[in-house]
């Protein structure tokens, strides 16, 4: 039900039986949840913020690995990985923006006697 309610955010306008989809699998995730597992609870009310279609995949990394950290049948390793993954490559991208910055800086014509490095 929680990827019907998904799959219906990627409908078209005028796309009806797309508009019902999202109506019904929304009132019916909504009469559910309090019988829902803690975890599947938790999903439900986070696509119901915002669907992941409309989220930055990037921003939501963090949420996701919270959450399988969560299950009970995940592997150990995994989040470890994930966190690693995450924090390598938004070092790799935080390091890029700053020599961007620095490189725009330099290259000002107020700016072109500073040192910055």
Known sequence: MLELLEASYLALEGED????ARDFSTETLKDCIPNLDCDLA????????LPSQRRVQWFDVKWHINAYEKDRHMNAML???AKLHFNIYSSSHTSERVEGIIQVVEESGPLKGFEFR
Not at 17 to 20: E, F, G, S, T, V
Not at 42 to 49: D, G, L, N, R, T
């Open 17 to 20: 039986l797309m508009d019902a």
């Open 42 to 49: 938790e999903q439900v009310s986070h696509v119901f913020e």
């Open 79 to 81: 989040p470890e990985l």
